[in-house]
Every structure is written in structure tokens, then in C-alpha cells.
């Protein structure tokens, strides 16, 4: 009895001390703040286990990140390793595998990498399929340059025709400042080569009006070879426009 009432005396002296202290610890907040404690006191069990999920998420999320880094510099060594090997089918394929299970990251590079050996090699069919993923794969700059390595795999592997829509679509949607020489000059090739020899005649025309000396030289007599017609036209139509402009000059 005797233990029992000492128990109990001990018990009822733990419960005013706790009561105690949680109205001193209400006495020392705001009336407005009171009710914030009240949440605080009743689901403390659940915001500490949620505050201890949301440490897990951020280091899962650091830990994903250095995986994801860590195995994009693998994958940049591989792809290394294998670039600088002889223009073989043993690489080509080798570099194809690893584009196709590459990460995101790396593909588009892998993608290149892959058209560039197709072409050392002679496989000009590969080589435009290659550039032609690598152009879903890329973004901004780097589409150009997968899209201008295409057409010129394209023409390579004989499909003139279709490195022509290709190299008309690059020059549609390009700047004006920007310079698009090379471009031309590869599609005009591709219209001469696609028996289109009006076009490329026009093409190359309009180059030499562009250029000065031996090129431009050069381009004008590509563009009498491929079609007289066009460029006694074109020839026709300059003296017209300094005529009118004499012309309203008097």
C-alpha cells in the first residue's frame, strides 16, 4: 500500500510539473501565436517525420546528381576512347551501341561521332541516319551542325534530291547576317547533282554577284555551263535597272 501511494504521490506530482511548464510555455507566447503552439504540441510526431523525409528527398536528390554527373564523365570517356580509334566496321558499330544506351547528356555527341566514322568509312547511308538522330538529340547551334553534316552525307550517298530540300530548309530559316556562302555553294552542287540545272545555275549566279574576283569568275561560268538561258536573263535584267536609273537621273 504503502509503495502503491508512493507510486501514485510520485505520478501526481509529474503531472502538475508537466502542466506547469506548458503554461509557462503558453504564457510566453502571444495570444495570436497560441493556437500555432496548440498545432506544434498535437502533431509534432508528424512534422518531425516530415521534416526528416524532406532531408531524405534533398540528399536522394545530391546523390542523383553526382550519380548522374559521375557517369556522364564516364560516358565522355568511352566515347573518347572509342572516336579515336581506326575508321573500322568493328568501331562503327562499336560507337553505335554505345549511342544508342548512351545518356542523355552524351547522346548527341554520340550521335556525331557515329555519322563522322560512317563517312571515313564509306558508309554515307549510316552516316546520314547518324546525323539525322543526332539532330533530335541536339538543340539551338549544334542542330545546324548536325543538319549540314546530313546533307552532306546525303550527297554523298547520291541522294541528292533530298540533301537539296534539306540545304533550302537550313537557308530558309537562317538570319540574314549570317553568312551563308559555304551553304549555297553546297546547295547549288546538290541542284547540278540532282539534275536540276536551271536552279544550280541561278544558285551559282547569284553567288558571283555576291563575291569578287577569280571565285566569282568561277561561279558565273559554272552557271553559263550548267544553263545559258538563265544567265543571259539574269545578264539582261542588270542594264535594265541602270538604263531606268539614267534615266530618271536626266
Known amino acids: 500500500m504503502n509503495a502503491q501511494r508512493n507510486q501514485g504521490t510520485q505520478g501526481g506530482a509529474q503531472g502538475p510539473e508537466e502542466s506547469t511548464l506548458l503554461r509557462d510555455l503558453q504564457a510566453e507566447v502571444s495570444t495570436e501565436s497560441a493556437p500555432l503552439l496548440q498545432f506544434i504540441l498535437r502533431h509534432g510526431g508528424a512534422i518531425v517525420g516530415f521534416v526528416a523525409l524532406f532531408v531524405l528527398v534533398l540528399a536522394a536528390t545530391g546523390l542523383w546528381r553526382w550519380y548522374t554527373a559521375n557517369r556522364n564523365d564516364e560516358a565522355q570517356q568511352e566515347l573518347a576512347r572509342l572516336a579515336m580509334q581506326s575508321a573500322t566496321a568493328d568501331q562503327l558499330q562499336a560507337l553505335t551501341s554505345f549511342a544508342e544506351k548512351a545518356p542523355e547528356d552524351v547522346r548527341f555527341a554520340a550521335w556525331l561521332a557515329v555519322g563522322q566514322s560512317a563517312l571515313r568509312g564509306d558508309a554515307s547511308a549510316n552516316a546520314s541516319a547518324a546525323f539525322s ?20 552525307a546525303l550527297l554523298k550517298a547520291g541522294k541528292a534530291d533530298e540533301a537539296l530540300v534539306l540545304l533550302q530548309k537550313l ?36 553567288l558571283a554577284e555576291d563575291t569578287q574576283g577569280l571565285d566569282s569568275e568561277y561561279f558565273r561560268a559554272r552557271a553559263k555551263e550548267l544553263a545559258p538561258d538563265v544567265v543571259k536573263t539574269e545578264t539582261q535584267a542588270v542594264p535594265q535597272a541602270g538604263t531606268g536609273q539614267a534615266g530618271g537621273n536626266k
Do not use: C, D, I, S
Request: glycine letters at 8%.
Open 133 to 152: 538522330k543526332a539532330v533530335g538529340e541536339g538543340g539551338g547551334a549544334f542542330v545546324f551542325v548536325a543538319q549540314v553534316n546530313e546533307a552532306a
Open 171 to 206: 537557308l530558309a530559316t537562317l538570319p540574314a547576317q549570317v553568312q551563308t556562302q559555304p551553304l549555297r555553294l553546297m546547295a547549288a552542287e546538290a541542284a547540278r547533282l540532282a539534275q536540276k540545272p536551271e536552279q544550280a545555275a541561278r544558285l551559282y549566279w547569284h
